[in-house]
């Protein structure tokens, strides 16, 4: 059955962290190297999208807790998976190899899963992270028309990205915690390229971040002007995650909720950082505020974002079983 068909009658469930949960195995160094790339001349602890090579059987037995916990969607291990972003470790020439390796995996544990429970297929979506670039805002205040990369620089990198994901098994490409919607549409335009070369298409979900109460994405949109930018293209969903909890972002999704119409997803943190920068929002309190966002009908998609674990997905996939999704237009405050 299509993702499309299930969205009709159910809430689906996104995954949790795979950062947060990787922390928990405290890998070193050498860890992150493996024997491949013992002599790499960059430090690649941290490079956690890496861990697909070398240590993919710990990414495996993440994807397996959050599916056990009752998710139906598992994200890749990709979320910095660009020659951008994989430019920081000089590891530029095996994106395609780090993203078709880490569909791989996820495929593998969500065909398991589907195998064992045929009335509740899982389905994985390509994580597309934002890069730590930006095609709008210049890293030089004393310069503001610079860009260390170009448009077209943007769309080749995202393009790359997207065809090892599709290689590997991604049945959703998820572009995701976007700050600035110029990279958003650049890695939409590198999708449609592809999807045009290879003659099929995949569902595509997208989801900003709203950067703080200012209500705004880190480039300036309102959360209206962020879906109204990106409404030309056909998308699966739109939606937001990161950087606020789910109380505080509640309002953002009423706003999505009541003017777009297509799908709405979130996976918002486990709560606002402490001062050491930690998570302390628990699984139920968690649950108990999505629930307020399922009793208004905002949402089709749920998940967690940064600090929530497979605890945190178990009570809010129990809450997400026990309502009706967004009828799109239904919506109104």
């Known amino acids: 059955m299509k993702i499309q068909e299930i969205l009709e009658d159910r809430i689906l469930v996104l995954d949790g962290a795979m950062g947060t949960m990787i922390q928990q195995y405290n890998l070193q160094e050498e860890d992150y190297r493996g024997e491949r790339f013992k002599d790499h001349p960059s430090a690649l602890k941290g490079n956690n999208d890496l861990l697909s090579i070398t240590q993919p059987d710990i990414i495996k037995e993440i994807h397996a807790k959050y599916f056990e916990a009752g998710a139906d969607i598992a994200e890749t291990n990709t979320f910095s998976s660009t020659s951008i972003a994989q430019a920081d470790y000089q590891l530029e020439d095996i994106v395609y190899e780090l993203n078709y390796e880490s569909a791989k995996i996820a495929k593998e544990v969500a065909d398991d899963f589907t195998k064992r429970e045929p009335n509740k297929p899982r389905f994985v979506a390509g994580s597309i992270g934002p890069t730590n670039s930006s095609a709008s805002i210049s890293p030089d205040v004393n310069d503001p028309g610079?860009?260390?990369?170009?448009?077209?620089?943007?769309?080749?990198?995202?393009?790359?990205?997207?065809?090892?994901?599709?290689?590997?098994?991604?049945?959703?490409?998820?572009?995701?915690?976007?700050?600035?919607?110029?990279?958003?549409?650049?890695?939409l335009f590198g999708i449609q390229e592809l999807y045009d070369e290879i003659g099929r298409e995949l569902p595509i979900m997208v989801s900003g971040t709203i950067t703080d109460a200012s209500g705004r994405t880190l480039s300036g949109q309102t959360t209206n002007a962020f879906w109204i930018s990106l409404s030309h293209m056909p998308l699966l969903s739109i939606g937001l995650n990161c950087a606020l909890g789910a109380k505080e972002l509640r309002p953002y999704l009423q706003v999505l909720a009541k003017e777009s119409d297509t799908l709405v997803s979130a996976h918002p943190n486990a709560g606002l950082p402490n001062e050491f920068g930690e998570y302390d929002e628990t699984p139920e309190q968690m649950a108990a505020q999505i629930e307020e966002f399922l009793n208004e009908g905002l949402i089709n998609i749920v998940g967690g974002c940064c600090g929530t674990t497979p605890q945190h997905i178990k009570k809010i996939a129990e809450k997400a079983a026990q309502h009706q999704p967004r009828k799109i237009g239904e919506f109104s405050y």
């Open 146 to 187: 610079f860009r260390t990369i170009g448009f077209d620089g943007f769309v080749a990198s995202y393009k790359e990205q997207a065809r090892g994901l599709i290689d590997g098994g991604a049945d959703i490409l998820l572009v995701e915690t976007v700050f600035d919607t110029l990279n958003a549409k650049a890695a």
